[in-house]
């Protein structure tokens, strides 16, 4: 039970040590020319989050590009986002493109229901 509490945690800060973090001062800046991974997270109810991580994990390596400028947004700076990004409850991760939600899932869900509508996304034109 500790490998996988410390499986969870180390994938946690490898997936944030390679993103983009938001800063309250700058406020969110996406690139409008691409299709934009966000991820909300709450850091102190992380064990809920697993699924989301294998799916990031997952989606990372068939698209690799995408995910490379993933933005995460800590619990702590996500309710000025809330109603932007239509997001209901934590966790959550969406795909963005030129200001519009191309793909949302919100709250608790499966890695395949996590990936299916995201992979939907990535796929398309």
Known sequence: MKCLSFVFVATFLFLTASCNPVNDSDGLE??????????????????????????????????PSEFDNIVVIPAANANKYYDLFEVEKFPAILIVHRDQVLANVNGSATKEQIIEPLSAVLNSN
Do not use: G
């Open 30 to 63: 996406l690139d409008e020319n691409i299709k934009q991974v966000v991820f909300f997270s709450d850091e102190e109810n992380y064990k809920h989050e697993s699924s989301y991580y294998d799916a990031i994990i997952e989606l990372k390596k068939e698209y």
